[in-house]
């Protein structure tokens, strides 16, 4: 089975390819917009070509931000979290559980270029991971012993190179992953995009035209869904008032 792949030129147009595409299916569904249709589903660790081990980039992290982060660090996957909001490169991929926010995040920039708006069935993803070979019917959390396999010390020990990629649920501990309804797919030491796994019943794309991003985006504005809704931040307060006023 290949992936299934649609064209969306407007809000209306991918409501109604979404609602078609999920007639009778009760899982849960995750989205990522991508506003270059070529880039992949791949982490932004594992496209470095020749990175430092991860307890490098942690290590090197907490030397400069621990005395700047207030909330409590129980584990590295909490560090990664914060690295991960924060621009560093990490073995996590976000993902959205609002389809509204992943179609922004597809239209907004690189303006003429195509889009892509994935949209993943996580427990079909975690159905086929290598991480346990028997079918998971659950979205485990970052707490839970399955993703143990993929903490910094196990990757950093294991020599368990097929293990993929498995898709976890965390503690929408600070505003913008409130605000964004987040969840991750994490990888192991496999570099496979999450397009070349399996048989591709995991993902549907979403193709936007470059001619129809600022119509779209246009129409999402119409629905307040903004910068300053998904990073309640005050530089999105700034970004809001100077956009009114063009």
């Known amino acids: 089975m290949a992936i299934k792949r649609r064209s969306i030129k407007s809000l209306g147009d991918f409501i109604k390819k979404l609602k078609t595409d999920l007639k009778g299916v009760d899982e849960p569904l995750w989205f990522r917009g991508h506003s270059m249709a070529k880039w992949e589903l791949i982490p932004t660790y594992h496209r470095l070509k020749n990175p430092p081990p991860e307890?490098?980039?942690?290590?090197?992290f907490k030397q400069n931000a621990n005395l700047?982060?207030?909330?409590?660090?129980?584990?590295?996957?909490?560090?990664?979290?914060?690295?991960?909001?924060?621009?560093?490169?990490?073995?996590?991929?976000?993902?959205?559980?609002?389809?509204?926010?992943?179609?922004?995040f597809a239209v907004t920039g690189h303006s003429k270029a195509d889009a892509s708006l994935w949209a993943l069935f996580p427990l079909r993803l975690n159905q086929q991971t290598t991480a346990k070979p028997d079918e998971v019917h659950f979205l485990p959390s970052f707490e839970d012993a399955l993703v143990g396999n993929y903490s910094t010390l196990a990757i950093e020990t294991s020599p368990a190179a097929g293990v993929l990629p498995l898709a976890v649920i965390a503690t929408r501990n600070n505003a913008r992953i409130q605000a964004q309804l987040g969840v991750f797919t994490i990888c192991h030491h496999s570099k496979a995009s999450l397009e070349k796994i399996g048989n591709g019943?995991?993902?549907?794309?979403?193709?936007?035209?470059?001619?129809?991003?600022?119509?779209?985006?246009?129409?999402?504005?119409?629905?307040?869904?903004?910068k300053f809704q998904l990073f309640p931040e005050l530089s999105s307060v700034g970004d809001l008032i100077r956009g009114e006023l063009k």
Do not use: C
Not at 55 to 60: D, E, F, G, P, Q
Not at 81 to 87: K, T
Not at 210 to 225: D, F, N, P, T
């Open 68 to 104: 700047l982060i207030t909330q409590k660090m129980a584990n590295d996957f909490d560090w990664l979290f914060v690295m991960q909001h924060y621009g560093v490169p990490t073995r996590l991929l976000d993902w959205t559980e609002s389809p509204l926010a992943g179609l922004f």
């Open 55 to 60: 307890s490098v980039l942690i290590n090197r």
């Open 201 to 226: 019943s995991h993902l549907i794309e979403y193709r936007v035209p470059s001619a129809s991003k600022a119509s779209i985006q246009a129409e999402l504005r119409m629905l307040a869904v903004t």
